[in-house]
């Protein structure tokens, strides 16, 4: 039991050097998180500003953008001012999950404002040289309607498990090791968003819709895969896949904060893997590329936070 109890200290010592201070700026309590949203958006802003001739509507673009960062800020502000736990938890990562959505449909129409042709036949290229096909045409062979349903299933349920997670991490673990968990999900949704605009692709069925040539049938899932991808998805976002970034995070604090569900997630995050490409909603690049982008942001966040509690205190106490 010493044993066990001088593990558990030493696990919550360890943990809690990931979680950030925040600090009082008008009356708000701004975190680590906040600083990074904040920060993206006036930059996303600024890149509006300067390449508007590249952009479609991007006066209207930058209204919306404003207009979001405000909503935010106002969530950020009011939330120190709660006290009932339930409500903070549905304002914090409300706010945070929905600006980090809109920040990844905002980003979509910038995405040639560097680099300005899809890149897709490097790509193509690419996995030809790798696995002498596309592998998303090879895939076809193997289609079938219940395969294709619990890829559906592995694809739109993380559009669930998002914020379930983060529901199970808050109320088990508490709200600093939520935190942990949004702050990480931003910097990968962050560095997903840069991607794009570095690297842009438009995605297997935007690019070569005409090669497919076995449709992909199931049943409620994959009604509901193609409603998204009809009505939610725009060309682009492909590199790093934005899908298997944001999973791996998950499936990743999910074994630091609260183990048992890094195990009922391994099915799913796995086939989610393999449903990007399968589902043709990326290239097999595009889900390599997420998992390393991943990986970054997992190993990148510890020392950021670090750097940020200390410029904290040094605030806090005055220290130069």
């Given at each position: 039991?010493?044993?066990?109890?001088?593990?558990?200290?030493?696990?919550?010592?360890?943990?809690?050097r990931l979680y950030g201070k925040h600090i009082h700026v008008l009356g708000?309590?701004?975190?680590?998180?906040?600083?990074?949203?904040?920060?993206?958006?006036?930059?996303?802003?600024?890149?509006?500003?300067?390449?508007?001739?590249?952009?479609?509507?991007?006066?209207?673009?930058?209204?919306?953008?404003?207009?979001?960062?405000?909503?935010?800020?106002?969530?950020?502000?009011?939330?120190?001012?709660?006290?009932?736990?339930?409500?903070?938890?549905?304002?914090?990562?409300?706010?945070?999950?929905?600006?980090?959505?809109?920040?990844?449909?905002?980003?979509?129409?910038?995405?040639?404002?560097?680099?300005?042709t899809w890149q897709d036949p490097a790509v193509l290229r690419l996995e030809?040289?790798?696995?002498?096909?596309?592998?998303?045409?090879?895939?076809?062979?193997?289609?079938?309607?219940?395969?294709?349903?619990?890829?559906?299933?592995?694809?739109?349920?993380?559009?669930?498990?998002?914020?379930?997670?983060?529901?199970?991490?808050?109320?088990?673990?508490?709200?600093?090791?939520?935190?942990?968990?949004?702050?990480t999900l931003v910097l990968a949704n962050v560095l997903c968003c840069l991607?794009?605009?570095?690297?842009?692709?438009?995605?297997?069925?935007?690019?070569?819709?005409?090669?497919?040539?076995?449709?992909?049938?199931?049943?409620?899932?994959?009604?509901?895969?193609?409603?998204?991808?009809?009505?939610?998805?725009?060309?682009?976002?492909?590199?790093?896949?934005?899908?298997?970034?944001?999973?791996?995070?998950?499936?990743?604090?999910?074994?630091?904060?609260?183990?048992?569900?890094?195990?009922?997630?391994?099915?799913?995050?796995?086939?989610?893997?393999?449903?990007?490409?399968?589902?043709?909603?990326?290239?097999?690049?595009?889900?390599?590329?997420?998992?390393?982008?991943?990986?970054?942001?997992?190993?990148?966040?510890?020392?950021?936070?670090?750097?940020?509690?200390?410029?904290?205190?040094?605030?806090?106490?005055?220290?130069?």
């Amino acid at each position: 039991m010493k044993n066990r109890s001088k593990g558990e200290v030493n696990k919550g010592a360890e943990l809690a050097r990931l979680y950030g201070k925040h600090i009082h700026v008008l009356g708000a309590q701004l975190q680590a998180t906040d600083a990074v949203i904040i920060a993206f958006v006036l930059f996303f802003d600024l890149l509006l500003v300067i390449f508007h001739g590249r952009v479609q509507d991007p006066w209207i673009l930058l209204g919306k953008n404003s207009f979001y960062l405000i909503l935010y800020i106002g969530a950020v502000y009011i939330l120190p001012r709660i006290s009932n736990r339930v409500l903070r938890f549905f304002i914090r990562t409300g706010s945070v999950q929905l600006i980090l959505g809109y920040l990844f449909l905002s980003v979509l129409p910038m995405q040639l404002i560097f680099v300005r042709t899809w890149q897709d036949p490097a790509v193509l290229r690419l996995e030809q040289s790798l696995f002498g096909a596309q592998p998303t045409i090879w895939l076809q062979r193997f289609i079938s309607p219940a395969l294709t349903e619990w890829m559906m299933f592995s694809y739109v349920i993380y559009l669930v498990i998002y914020p379930v997670l983060c529901a199970v991490i808050c109320f088990k673990r508490g709200e600093n090791a939520m935190e942990d968990y949004l702050f990480t999900l931003v910097l990968a949704n962050v560095l997903c968003c840069l991607g794009f605009l570095a690297f842009p692709v438009a995605s297997p069925l935007y690019f070569m819709p005409e090669a497919y040539t076995v449709p992909l049938k199931g049943f409620f899932f994959t009604a509901w895969g193609e409603f998204i991808r009809k009505h939610l998805h725009q060309i682009g976002g492909s590199i790093p896949s934005p899908h298997t970034a944001i999973a791996t995070v998950m499936w990743v604090m999910a074994h630091r904060h609260y183990r048992p569900a890094f195990y009922w997630l391994a099915p799913v995050i796995l086939s989610l893997y393999i449903s990007t490409f399968y589902c043709r909603y990326h290239y097999v690049t595009d889900t390599f590329v997420g998992v390393l982008a991943a990986a970054v942001c997992i190993l990148a966040a510890p020392p950021f936070m670090r750097r940020w509690n200390t410029a904290v205190e040094r605030r806090t106490t005055g220290a130069p």
